[in-house]
């Protein structure tokens, strides 16, 4: 893995040991990036399931001025912490470890909010638009906040969740990325459906 564009293009990026964690791969990431970006002036970036915050490195990479990277995992923040040092990308990062829940309660205390969030949970959960609506409800999104929730190929999540809607749906092998907006800017079409 590494940084595909940007300030730290070519930067190598490390793994978390062992199988727990599954890294979003360069393809998938190219694909992501050109469809929300592909480069940013300014912002600030949740990377909420960060593992190896890889997607989160790129945001920063690519223009975001700020990130907070989350995981549950001791070896993924100690891997996103090893990456961002790689990346050269510390002073613009915050990494805690901690729950999704309990993360999202704490920058609600602090105030915080985003215009991008990566969300990448374990195939397992198929709680996205749980944790889309309940960042709403908290007044963690921006206005126009770009979700960009990876998940299970076989699970598909609803094209409108309440304050939400899906710019675009696309399929990467047993890998889909459902990409939201949040609020005003909620109709607006990037086209459906693309697939490889």
Do not use: W
């Amino acid at each position: 893995m590494r940084v595909v564009s940007g300030t730290a293009k070519g930067r190598p990026l490390k793994s978390v040991p062992g199988t727990g964690t599954r890294p979003t791969t360069d393809k998938v990431k190219e694909a992501i990036f050109s469809m929300i970006g592909p480069y940013f002036d300014g912002g600030a970036v949740l990377d909420l399931f960060a593992g190896t915050g890889g997607l989160g490195i790129e945001a920063l990479s690519r223009g975001m001025d700020s990130a907070v990277f989350i995981d549950m995992e001791p070896k993924a923040i100690d891997t996103v912490r090893e990456n961002l040092k790689a990346a050269r990308l510390e002073d613009k990062s915050e990494v805690y470890r901690n729950d999704a829940n309990k993360a999202l309660a704490a920058l609600e205390k602090r105030g915080r909010s985003f215009d991008l969030v990566f969300l990448d949970p374990p195939y397992r959960h198929k709680f996205g638009d749980e944790l889309m609506s309940i960042m709403a409800g908290k007044g963690l999104l921006r206005q126009d906040a770009v979700i960009v929730l990876e998940h299970e190929s076989g699970h598909e999540y609803p094209e409108h969740i309440p304050g939400f809607s899906r710019l675009r749906y696309a399929l990467y092998g047993e890998t889909a990325v459902s990409i939201y907006c949040y609020g005003s800017g909620s109709e607006t079409d990037m086209g459906e459906g693309a697939q490889e």
